[in-house]
């Protein structure tokens, strides 16, 4: 397939919510999540007013040519103690529409969170991927990011 070129990645509105929460159910683990419903439940609203009014937290959608919406990540921006103070970006979330995946759509949205990440002073990026979504380990590492952690997770 052929790379999408013009890809606008710009702040996501609050009219991107829906768009957003559909990549973010499009696949095993996040379908399990999600609740695609018309409406959508308001907690998707309230959770995209708080994002949207922190400083520290970056969400992104990157558009197509005709201004759709193919794909989503977010980049917070946190201080620390660690590494003498320095501040760490962790990209979260990074999707893309199915129908435009392996296009460089994903190695864009990524680049811009690295670019950002460098421009507001981050020392280093983390994210963290599913152990499950091998594809994205891959797509990860021939970006550069070195597996260095193991996660866990507590739910509620």
């Known amino acids: 397939m052929a790379a999408i070129s013009s890809v606008t990645i710009r702040r996501a509105h609050r009219d991107d919510v ?9 696949d095993p ?9 018309d409406p959508l439940p308001p907690s998707y609203f309230r959770a995209f007013d708080r994002v949207e009014a922190d400083p520290n937290i970056h969400l992104v ?22 590494s003498q103070g320095g ?36 020392k280093l990026v983390e994210l963290f991927t599913h152990d499950s979504r091998i594809d994205a380990q891959r797509f990860y590492k021939r970006l550069g990011f070195q597996p260095s952690h193991v996660g866990m997770t507590w739910r509620f």
């Open 18 to 26: 829906s768009a957003i929460v559909a990549m973010l159910a499009d």
């Open 29 to 37: 683990l996040g379908g399990a999540r999600e609740r695609i419903e």
């Open 61 to 82: 959608v990157a558009e197509d040519g005709e201004g759709t919406v193919i794909g989503c990540l977010q980049l917070c921006i946190l201080p620390g103690l660690s």
């Open 87 to 122: 501040l760490r970006g962790l990209i979260e979330d990074v999707r893309v529409a199915t129908h435009c995946r392996s296009r460089g759509v994903g190695e864009q949205l990524v680049q811009w969170a690295l670019d950002e990440a460098r421009t507001n002073g981050c």
